[in-house]
């Protein structure tokens, strides 16, 4: 993949890092392995023909137990397995021959025209895809459908927007990283810009999830909850906080 963006490869694999069987990574997320390699997304066949060759058959074996599981059950397990080691010759191989080109290939049929975009944002979006997952269903993939369109219109501006505001899904959860990896993709997004020219300095459309305003102002009632990722949040005078569909996004 000597295409693929050097920015985004190295945020891929800052965040992911390598990965030991004690090193479950929280959230819903499963026994991850090597480099992002999550044992609950992935298929028995897809792990057979990723690491036959790479782990001796004894941990083999254990590790097909781990196969989609995924939050508490994978938290369960992972203490059961934290004596097998992953070398990182082993892991760098599978990322680069594996999960690299397979997440390339989801994110561009996730995003249809991602390949007219600059490098780097194709990058951050293979990046969201690592992390993400491509799924576009229910109330909590409603930037993956916007990024959607926004890649489809060449919006490079609106992509890293709703980037950003996907943190909201994360936020309060203990869970730093992914939004401080959210940021990061939409800062990647951010530096391809300049140099496109393709238009992407038109502002996004609004979105009645998204609402643009100062930073320091607040719906009528509200107080403001502050926060250092620029996700505004607001508790409303009816006590309830403001999410979801009310949302506040400031870039």
């Not at 390598?18 to 991850?32: C, V």
């Not at 369960?76 to 992953?86: F, Q």
Request: with cysteine; proline share 6%.
């Amino acid at each position: 993949m000597h295409d693929f963006s050097d920015k985004a490869r190295g945020l891929i694999l800052a965040f992911d890092g390598l990965s030991q069987l004690a090193d479950w990574p929280g959230g819903e997320a499963g026994i991850t392995i090597g480099i992002g390699y999550d044992l609950g997304y992935v298929t028995v066949d897809q792990f057979e023909s990723d690491w036959d060759e790479r782990v001796p058959p004894s941990a083999f074996r254990r590790l097909r137990a781990a196969i989609g599981l995924r939050g508490i059950e994978a938290r369960n397990l992972a203490s059961e397995l934290a004596d097998i080691r992953i070398g990182r010759s082993d892991a760098e191989a599978v990322f680069t021959q594996k999960t690299l080109p397979l997440a390339r290939f989801k994110a561009k049929r996730a995003f249809p025209g991602m390949d007219r975009l600059p490098p780097d944002t194709q990058g951050a979006l293979v990046s969201l895809v690592c992390s993400c997952g491509t799924s576009m269903a229910g109330g909590r993939r409603q930037e993956m459908r916007a990024i959607r369109t926004a890649v489809v219109l060449g919006d490079l501006r609106e992509i890293a927007l709703q980037i950003r505001c996907m943190k909201w899904l994360w936020f309060g959860q203990g869970l730093p990283g992914i939004l401080k990896r959210r940021e990061a993709e939409a800062e990647l997004v951010d530096s391809s810009i300049a140099a496109a020219g393709c238009g992407c300095e038109a502002k996004p459309p609004p979105r009645r999830h998204h609402v643009e305003i100062p930073r320091q102002t607040a719906p009528p009632g509200a107080t403001r909850i502050p926060d250092a990722f620029q996700l505004a949040s607001f508790r409303l005078s009816d006590g309830t906080r403001d999410t979801e569909q009310r949302t506040v996004c400031v870039p």
